[in-house]
């Protein structure tokens, strides 16, 4: 079989055993004589599909009883949108921490709802550090604070949870959702695009305190108020099925596999030694201030940029794939997510010292 090693920032990849099962499930799910695609969202079978991808994610994060759990369409990109339209209540500002791509894509789109104020800016510094607590400048009428715990692009991660009191803490997850624990009581809301670390593209699971439904105005449109998903238990229109249905394998996946500790534990390792084996390398350069550097997203760079390509080529020759940075900062990056196995990372890490003996 020619599987590769998938370093893709996302769609990204997804453990094979979940694959492998997909697979097997694919023409008569469990007797039903059909594959999950063609199931009615509101038939039995698929509702206990949907029904366990939900308690599995509530078992693997903790999360309390007092918060819903939607699985939405539009990706992370519509969170942007439905977050001040559902969270403003009547007020003028919101908090918004800029570290990067993400951040401000976040604000743009806040923008048009309100007038966010800049909690906090790394631009000054490239976005290469994540701000830190005593940096925070919030605001005590802000109507929620926002931020992007792991910055994809810039493979920024913060290394703490914002204390924001009694205002609620809204945390764009795509690329660090259930990579290590957290505490998600101390958050109002939480959402990520499933296509990093829950499954397939397509989807966004949002995760809301129960007080933070309802809180839109009239007027807006019912595809876009939490309140609608809440109530319907994501089902008012046709879900995207499928990928819910994968991303429960996914959460099953990780529950045998230890939960989010034995994974954080794993993540860290695997940074770690990536890292460090950038920094010892003479040839290779992560830019990002060492207490921020993501577990997630390792941006680096090759002493000698005219090598990019060559480095590509031969990577992907030893079954190492999507290694190309983004379009808007070159060089390379390679996205490690919980599907990406150590041993990937090790296969990399050889290739990457191997490579830099044959050019350094
Ligand atoms: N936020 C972050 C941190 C991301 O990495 C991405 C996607 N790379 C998005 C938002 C946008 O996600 P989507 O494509 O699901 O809209």
Redesign the pocket.
């Known amino acids: 079989m020619g599987r590769v090693y998938n370093f893709s920032?996302?769609p990204a990849a997804i453990p094979l055993e979940v694959l492998e099962q997909a697979q097997r499930e694919m023409l008569d799910w469990n007797g039903s004589g059909m594959s999950v695609m063609e199931m009615s969202h509101r038939g039995k079978d698929y509702m206990s599909i949907a029904e366990k991808a939900d308690a599995d994610l509530r078992a693997l994060m903790a999360i309390p009883a007092n918060y819903k759990v939607l699985f939405l369409q539009g990706?992370?990109?519509?969170q942007f949108s439905m977050i001040p339209m559902n969270l403003l209540a009547g007020k003028k500002s919101a908090d918004y921490i800029n570290t990067g791509a993400?951040s401000k894509?976040a604000i743009s789109e806040a923008k048009k709802f309100c007038a966010p104020k800049i909690a906090a800016t790394t631009e000054a510094d490239k976005f290469m550090r994540a701000p830190a607590a005593a940096e925070l400048k919030l605001d005590a009428d802000a109507a929620y604070v926002h931020y992007?715990p792991?910055?994809?692009i810039g493979g920024v991660e913060f290394p703490y949870v914002p204390a924001t009191g009694e205002i609620p803490l809204i945390a764009?997850m795509?690329?660090t959702i259930l990579s290590r624990p957290i505490d998600v009581s101390k958050f109002g809301l939480i959402y990520a695009?499933a296509?990093?670390n829950i499954g397939p593209?397509g989807m966004?699971v949002v995760i809301i305190r129960e007080d933070l439904i309802g809180k839109a105005p009239e007027g807006t449109p019912t595809m876009l108020d939490y309140k609608t998903h809440a109530a319907e238990g994501s089902m008012y229109n046709t879900p995207p099925t499928y990928t819910w249905y994968i991303a429960g394998l996914v959460f099953a996946w990780l529950l045998k596999n230890g939960g989010i500790p034995a994974m954080g534990a794993i993540n860290e390792r695997k940074a770690k030694k990536l890292y460090a084996a950038i920094d010892g390398s003479g040839f290779y350069k992560n830019p990002v201030e060492v207490g921020s550097r993501s577990w997630m997203n390792v941006p680096f760079t090759l002493a000698k940029p005219e090598l990019d390509e060559t480095f590509l080529k031969e990577a992907k020759k030893a079954g190492l794939v999507t290694l190309k940075g983004h379009r808007s900062v070159g060089g390379m990056r390679a996205s490690i997510y919980n599907a990406l196995p150590e041993a990937g990372v090790d296969a990399l890490i050889s290739f990457m010292k191997d490579f830099a003996q044959r050019n350094g």
Request: overall charge neutral; glycine content about 16%.
């Open positions: 920032a996302g990706g992370a990109s519509a993400w894509k992007t792991n910055e994809t764009d795509s690329s695009g296509q990093k593209a966004a």
